[in-house]
């Protein structure tokens, strides 16, 4: 059980903050392995004057995981953890942390809970045709739906919406997001000193900078009080793969830098804002090639298609168009060396529409550590098998990481393990899970750490949330970008605090086979007093994804070592 700071004799006479979210509303979506997961959600409707949106977008809500045998209520869990989602990551991200952890705890003798919060953003996500392709059990159905016209149940899909559909997203950025956190924690934990002894809060990735500005909020507006101030609603503060910071290079430590920058930084937002507000800036990244929207659709496609059909061979590349943005997307994800890329395949290498693949493969070649272009999405799910193999140089070849100094920071282009792909044109390419890559030449079992199904099912994933949101707000970005560059007026005039969630307990895992370790962390370290965990062979998104049973027969050792920190707290 965890503790609480002492209040002061002024504190104990301040009025205790009372959530403003009403209408809460539970449904199970299912029992797995011991662990109920269900939906939560309460209206918080958004304040006049926002934009035209859905009604959806006026509730939010979170994943919540319990022990099948542990209370109900969430004031008797010992703990409960609250999780901010990472950059584009949706509340399915973290389906495999948040079960593993639970069932970590009660192996313990520990009832906890943890939640895994979904951005207000997710009320615009596109899953019409993910659930209605994993009712018919047809992942072409969603595909033709998103992609070619198709119309389900008498209505086709009307596009992806561009900048100037989404002004709504105008009011999802950092305020909205991490004051959604504070009025849910404080609807079902409604005493403070409760409140301190049992959330332990905690973010993935761009999540755990989110909880760094959440830890220094004013949220009732007030210096005079501090009852509400972020850092007094949570036990503890867990990283996970990230930092948790609202100021990394500690300017508001320095009355001039603080004063400088915040006259500098805080108009020049002032001014960026008002131009993302009448839509002189994108809202979201919808038609960006690589990054946008429609590609992160075909990783959902993907899963999907792996989790309905894995060892079928695969369709969805033959039912994606030809367009420019989706081919460079493509040509990005699979191309082998410079040349690949610049020619499409045209050097003779090929494009991946020229080979053949399973679903599961296909998935494989897109996300995995040995395969994908994308380190910051990578994970650790198997290996290609079938056919022959070439070993790949792009974007950036892996041997770069090895650069003294420099090549931490270059993981976050190449990996930091061999990557390969096909070469064989005629052969169905297949795939071997992350339990059964024994004698593959370029990998091991130790750097294979997440269960492809596991993957495929989450991210083919419906309603209530996406795997990755369909439009993430940019404005997330240029709030973090303004708090960090010292702006404290404006919309950033209750980012009153700095670095407080140092001052409480801290836990920090790192990806062993990730970036942020061997990059941001060694510019802004874990605090001194912090438990700090090195997950081997886990990539950066095997921190919230890795299979409950890992290749030595141990647990998951980032759902493991988050439990033991939890039960640790006094």
Known sequence: MAFSLPLSAANAEQPTPASVATDRQERVLETRDGVIVSHVSYALPLPAGVAAHPAACDRTGYLRYRSADGPADSRAADNVIVQEPGAIGGAVNSDSVAANTVAAARAMGEHIEFWALARRSACLDETLGFDYALRTGNYLDAVDYYFNGKPIEGSAFPGFRQSQDLAVLDAMGMERIIRDQYEMMLFEIPDQAERQQKYVCTGISLGGLVTGFFSDWDFDGNPATTR?????????????????????????????????????????????????????????????????????????????????????????????????????????????????????????????????????????????????????????????????????????????????????????????????????????????????????????????????????????????????????PARIFLDIGAGYGGARGGDMTNLRYANMARTKPNYSSFAGDGFVQQGAALVVPPPPTAQVVTLPGYSHVDTIGAARVQNDGKPDASAQTLAEFVRSLP
Not at 299 to 317: F, I, K, M, T
């Open 228 to 472: 509400d101030a972020g850092y007094n609603q949570c036990a503890a503060f867990a990283a996970q793969d990230t930092m948790i910071t609202s100021d990394p290079v500690a300017i508001q430590n320095t009355p001039f830098l603080h004063d400088i920058t915040n006259a500098i930084v805080g108009p020049t937002n002032d001014v960026v804002k008002a131009a993302a507000n009448i839509g002189a800036l994108p809202r979201s990244l919808v038609s960006v090639p690589i990054i946008g929207s429609r590609t992160f659709m075909i990783y959902r496609l993907a899963g999907l298609a792996a989790h309905l059909e894995p060892d079928a061979e695969s369709q969805l590349l033959a039912h994606l168009p030809r367009d420019p943005d989706l081919e460079a997307s493509l040509n990005f994800m699979f191309a082998g060396s410079l040349g690949s890329f610049v020619t499409n395949g045209a050097d003779g290498s090929g494009s991946i529409r020229d080979f053949r693949f399973t679903n599961q493969a296909l998935l494989g070649v897109f996300i995995d550590n040995n395969s994908g272009n994308f380190p910051m999405f990578h994970q650790g799910v198997g290996a290609l098998a079938g056919g022959p193999v070439a070993e790949k140089a792009f974007p950036t070849p892996v041997s770069v990481t090895q650069v003294p100094l420099l090549g931490g920071f270059l993981r976050i282009s190449a990996g930091s393990q061999q990557r390969v792909r096909p070469t064989d044109r005629n052969t169905l390419y297949t795939w071997r899970n992350y339990d059964d890559v024994a004698g593959v030449p370029f990998t091991a079992p130790n750097h294979e750490t997440s269960d492809i199904r596991d993957a495929a099912r989450q991210l083919g994933s419906g309603a209530p949330y996406a795997y990755w949101e369909t439009y993430f």
